[in-house]
Antibody, heavy 119, light 106 residues
Framework: QVQLVQSGAEVKKPGASVKVSCKASGYTFTSYDINWVRQATGQGLEWMGWMNPNSGNTGYAQKFQGRVTMTRNTSISTAYMELSSLRSEDTAVYYC????????????WGQGTLVTVSS | SYVLTQPPSVSVAPGKTARITCGGNNIGSKSVHWYQQKPGQAPVLVIYYDSDRPSGIPERFSGSNSGNTATLTISRVEAGDEADYYCQVWDSRDVVFGGGTKLTVL
């Protein structure tokens, strides 16, 4: 079955960077875009951007431009999201999700990775 | 930027019908997707392209979209439907989520 498995929880200090991985299985990794969405505790969903695993092309939400980098390693079917210059407001669960069609929906989602930013 | 407005909460008795709205300027011209999220879990797609159901989602879940409002309808509500529900669209090159609606089953 199609599955996205993310890396484990992280604790980072303000100003540091974090890199979250998302390993895909059950389908051809390069055939579908991967999107990243985050959710602060008790809050709603916030879209961060997308990456095309075939070309490596990316598109980022304006809020994260300059701070986020989305990459991939096609040999191991894994997508990565790196967020830099972390601040306490970046404390959230970060999800990856497959997008079956261009400008479409997200299905399935990874299990989420909690990133805690604290001094 | 495009804004999607959802009611913060909706309450419904078991066996009744719940309707969760998602308002946006001329949202009827966009494709709307809906997600269910239970506490501590990742979101799950329940409706895509306004009204299509993924495999495995009960027929009790349906969707519509017209004018300035999209609606997720859950018929014969069960206790297991209690969750947060989010609508989602693409606006230009950005994804927009609604603020979410907490469905409470009384």
């Amino acid at each position: 079955q199609v599955q996205l498995v993310q890396s484990g929880a992280e604790v980072k200090k303000p100003g540091a960077s974090v890199k979250v991985s998302c390993k895909a299985s059950g389908y051809t990794f390069t055939s579908y875009d991967i999107n990243w969405v985050r959710q602060a505790t008790g809050q709603g969903l916030e879209w961060m951007g997308w990456m095309n695993p075939n070309s490596g092309n990316t598109g980022y939400a304006q809020k994260f431009q300059g701070r986020v980098t989305m990459t991939r390693n096609t040999s191991i079917s894994t997508a990565y999201m790196e967020l830099s210059s972390l601040r306490s407001e970046d404390t959230a669960v970060y999800y990856c999700a497959r997008m079956p069609e261009q400008v479409g929906w997200f299905d399935p989602w990874g299990q989420g990775t909690l990133v805690t930013v604290s001094s | 930027s495009y804004v999607l407005t959802q009611p913060p909460s909706v309450s419904v008795a078991p066996g009744k019908t719940a309707r969760i709205t998602c308002g946006g300027n001329n949202i009827g011209s966009k494709s709307v997707h809906w997600y269910q999220q239970k506490p501590g879990q990742a979101p799950v797609l329940v409706i895509y392209y306004d009204s299509d159901r993924p495999s495995g989602i009960p027929e009790r879940f349906s969707g519509s979209n017209s004018g300035n409002t999209a609606t997720l309808t859950i018929s014969r509500v069960e206790a297991g439907d209690e969750a947060d529900y989010y609508c989602q669209v693409w606006d230009s090159r950005d994804v927009v989520f609604g603020g979410g609606t907490k469905l409470t089953v009384l």
